[in-house]
């Protein structure tokens, strides 16, 4: 989906009051003037059905982004407080390798973000297309569960994998959150492919019910050099 730039936006309003006061200049005839009044219209109107450059969930700015997004769970409907996947589930272009995760409603700003730890320690494996040589990187956004439960640690563990290697470690704490105030923050890291087929996966080692956020997984390739 476009967004709107601020540059396009400037362009074309800029363009249009040059040409309206041309028009007022040199006294151009009614239909002309009609012309340029539909044309304003038509300009509002694509400035107001554009999506704002503007992050609309957590904390991965679309703006500042150029890619693909791999997991984005707005996509996926309401069906109670929280939403469990087991082994062998998909979610976007992930499967649920190992243990199970869950989808949570209520936590803030993201209107359903993924908890790792659905209630055991979950993993999710992505097989993605690649160019030998190609460097990539990826962006998401991280936060913690924030219920305590019982004997929980509010310490939250992630892990990316790259083909099997670790390419990316995180700890977030979780300590003094609420589901109104998660705490998001934004993390990326960058790979290389070798072959034509990559495997990305993330995963966590907080075995309970109560492990890191997920959310706003993007994937982009990255210029030479």
Known sequence: MALASSAAIGAGVAGFLFRWQAAETEALR??????LRESLVALRQ???SAPLCRPQKPI?????VSGTMLLDLEDYAQTGAYQMFDRG???GVFEVERGNVDIVWRWTPARGALDLSGV??????????TRPGARYRVHYAL????????????IKNL??????AVVDEQRFDASGRSPGSMGWVQRSFDVTAATTSSTLSVSTTNDSNSGPAL??????????G
């Open 30 to 35: 009614a239909a002309e003037r009609a012309e």
């Open 46 to 48: 694509s400035i107001e």
């Open 60 to 64: 991965v700015d679309p703006c500042h």
């Open 89 to 91: 589930a998909r979610l």
């Open 120 to 129: 055991t320690a979950g993993e999710l494996r992505a097989t993605l297309t």
């Open 143 to 154: 936060a913690g569960n924030p219920d305590p439960g019982s004997g929980r640690t509010p």
């Open 159 to 164: 892990q990316w994998r790259f083909n099997g």
């Open 215 to 224: 959310d706003q997984v993007w994937w982009e390739e990255l210029p030479p």
